[in-house]
């Protein structure tokens, strides 16, 4: 288990851990995004924002309000279909 939070620690761990969704899950997409998108090179890399609509509609189905209240800041997002219309983000 990686404790250091150096970039090279983060970039080994997050290797490691797609290697093994890779591994678990043969054939699925991996998307990184947020601010260690930069860390692992290869994957799909897409804007936060877009992946909390893309991933909120996917998973429940529907259109409509998210609100991500995270550990630096606070989103709300709409979505229509999976795609961002607007946004909000208060720090």
Same mark, same amino acid.
């Given at each position: *288990?990686? *404790?250091?939070?150096t970039?090279?620690?983060?970039?080994e #761990?997050? /290797? @490691?851990? %797609?290697?093994? *969704?890779?591994?678990?899950?043969?054939?699925a997409e991996? &998307?990184? /995004?947020? #601010?260690? @998108? $930069?860390? &692992?090179i290869?994957l799909?890399? &897409?804007?936060? =924002?877009?992946? =909390?609509?893309?991933? /909120? #509609?996917?998973?429940a189905g529907?259109?409509?309000? &998210? *609100?991500?209240?995270g550990?630096?800041?606070? @989103? %709300?997002?709409?979505?229509?279909?999976? $795609? =961002? $219309?607007?946004?909000? /983000?208060?720090?």
């Open positions: *288990m990686f *404790m250091e939070k970039p090279v620690r983060q970039k #761990y997050f /290797c @490691k851990k %797609i290697h093994e *969704m890779q591994t678990a899950y043969a054939g991996i &998307v990184s /995004c947020g #601010y260690g @998108k $930069r860390n &692992v290869g799909k890399k &897409v804007n936060e =924002l877009t992946a =909390l609509a893309k991933g /909120c #509609y996917f998973a529907y259109e409509g309000i &998210v *609100m991500d209240i550990g630096q800041d606070t @989103k %709300i997002i709409w979505q229509e279909k999976g $795609r =961002l $219309r607007e946004f909000f /983000c208060q720090r």
